[in-house]
């Protein structure tokens, strides 16, 4: 089987690890690439040191090959030229097979924004790109594709443990992770999955 390159692009640090960690890290068990892309430090959340400390401790243990920081301002992140051209360049260097990013349907400006961006950036590429689930998502949120993360969601956890200085913050309270995956899982009939929705769908 051919090594894919995957892309998973998240607005803040942590949102990746929350969206599709049990993803990514099926993906790296299956000898694929990894790398992410984080559009901002996350710095309306804790000290901007702390945070990338965090991000690159967790994605080292996932396995990911490599983080690309936008370096954006937090809560300032927009879909225009020079968002889109920061994600085109990435895309570029990584020539991803399968990109995983945020959805439009989501409360928070910058996840719905780099969605946008993402979109604009991949126009011309060939490949897969789905939109992952965050506790921002709106109940608009309709997946049509389901990862079985049963053998991965304790990796996914461990790595969502890593962002020690988002403890107290309610959106990554670990039993509402651990209530969606389940939620998601008796979908397909398996005890935990995560949810995408399709933009489009070339290989998966």
Same mark, same amino acid.
């Not at 804790?46 to 400390?53: C, T």
């Not at 301002?73 to 920061?86: K, P, Y």
């Given at each position: 089987?051919?090594?894919?390159?995957?892309? *998973?692009?998240?607005?803040?640090?942590?949102?990746?690890?929350?969206?599709?960690?049990g993803t990514i890290k099926k993906h790296i068990l299956m000898g694929n690439d990894v790398y992410y892309v984080i559009a901002t430090n996350g710095e309306k959340g804790g000290k901007k040191e702390e945070r990338i400390a965090e991000a690159k401790k967790a994605a080292e243990l996932m396995g990911v090959k490599k983080i690309d920081f936008l370096n954006l301002q937090d809560s300032f992140v927009f879909h225009n030229g020079e968002t889109v051209q920061l994600l085109d360049e990435v895309m570029k260097k990584r020539t991803p097979s399968i990109v995983y990013v945020h959805s439009l349907r989501d409360y928070h400006q910058d996840h719905s924004n780099i969605a946008k961006a993402t979109l604009s950036a991949s126009r011309n590429?060939?490949? $897969?790109?789905?939109?992952?689930? *965050?506790? $921002?998502?709106t109940l608009e949120f309709t997946p049509i594709a389901f990862r079985n993360i049963s053998?991965? =969601? #304790? $990796?996914?956890?461990?790595?969502?443990?890593?962002?020690? $200085?988002?403890?107290k913050?309610?959106?990554? #309270?670990?039993?509402?992770?651990?209530?969606?995956?389940? =939620?998601r899982g008796k979908t397909i009939?398996?005890?935990?999955? #995560?949810a995408f929705e399709v933009v489009r769908l070339i290989e998966w």
């Amino acid at each position: 089987m051919k090594k894919k390159v995957i892309l *998973a692009i998240g607005a803040h640090p942590d949102d990746i690890e929350i969206g599709c960690g049990g993803t990514i890290k099926k993906h790296i068990l299956m000898g694929n690439d990894v790398y992410y892309v984080i559009a901002t430090n996350g710095e309306k959340g804790g000290k901007k040191e702390e945070r990338i400390a965090e991000a690159k401790k967790a994605a080292e243990l996932m396995g990911v090959k490599k983080i690309d920081f936008l370096n954006l301002q937090d809560s300032f992140v927009f879909h225009n030229g020079e968002t889109v051209q920061l994600l085109d360049e990435v895309m570029k260097k990584r020539t991803p097979s399968i990109v995983y990013v945020h959805s439009l349907r989501d409360y928070h400006q910058d996840h719905s924004n780099i969605a946008k961006a993402t979109l604009s950036a991949s126009r011309n590429m060939k490949n $897969s790109i789905l939109y992952y689930e *965050a506790p $921002s998502t709106t109940l608009e949120f309709t997946p049509i594709a389901f990862r079985n993360i049963s053998d991965t =969601f #304790e $990796s996914k956890i461990e790595c969502i443990n890593q962002f020690i $200085s988002q403890e107290k913050r309610e959106y990554i #309270e670990r039993q509402a992770i651990i209530d969606l995956s389940k =939620f998601r899982g008796k979908t397909i009939k398996v005890e935990y999955a #995560e949810a995408f929705e399709v933009v489009r769908l070339i290989e998966w």
